[in-house]
């Protein structure tokens, strides 16, 4: 399980595909202190075991599945990615309960400066929409977010300037796609809601989340 505040931001030294997935490799130095192989390291908010070290690097193998779910097809030797170690008993929460189980991935569409703070917007696929409500929590690219609004699938964030700056949403731009890990409250809620036969299922909005002391 992971936080979503970011401990440092990485570099893919390589990215070799293969026929049953992909051995990463990322340049770091933080979140490889304490870090044994077996552990797992959040790579742009997905979830990846350490199986090699060095000083100043790690290597995960990476799943078909991840490859298919994920923006990891588009990553190149030299991106920064995202990086935070699994969380302890004695870390603070910062943000939210993020797994770094990606649900989709996202267009990043238009960015809009007010002062030194962003507002960001994302387009994601339409089944995901019912999981993202205004001043919700989302992961992108594994960082932990407050949702500032909605509309239809396109959603965006009020970003500070010190997440622009300690983190790879810097580097953003128009058309790049995204890793997102919608709140896995809005899901547990949605499957205690839903009816017997499986078809039919609650609405999920703020207003439920409100009347109910979620949000």
């Known amino acids: 399980m992971f936080t979503g505040i970011i401990e440092e931001s990485g570099t893919v030294k390589s990215f070799i595909k293969h026929s049953t997935g992909a051995d990463i490799t990322i340049q770091c130095s933080k979140v490889l202190e304490n870090t044994q192989t077996g552990d797992s390291i959040a790579i742009n908010g997905c979830c990846q075991t ?89 992961a992108v690219n594994g960082i932990s977010l407050t949702v500032a609004g909605i509309t239809d699938n396109i959603f965006h964030i009020a970003v500070i300037p010190h997440t622009i ?28 809601l839903s009816v017997s036969d499986n078809k039919h299922r609650s609405k999920i909005d703020e207003n439920f989340l409100k009347e109910n002391g979620f949000i």
């Open 50 to 138: 350490v199986v090699s070290m060095t000083e100043n690097s790690f290597t995960a193998n990476v799943s078909e599945e991840t490859l298919n779910v994920t923006n990891f097809n588009l990553l190149k030797t030299g991106c920064a990615v995202n990086l935070e170690r699994a969380l302890t008993p004695s870390s603070r929460m910062g943000g939210h309960i993020v797994q770094g189980h990606v649900d989709c991935t996202g267009r990043f569409i238009k960015r809009e400066q007010l002062g030194n703070f962003y507002n960001l917007y994302f387009e994601i696929p339409a089944d995901q929409c019912r999981y993202v409500v205004k001043k919700g929590s989302i």
């Open 165 to 192: 700056e300690n983190t790879t949403l810097k580097y953003l731009e128009i058309n790049d796609y995204v890793n997102i890990e919608t709140d896995i409250l809005g899901k547990y809620v949605e499957k205690l």
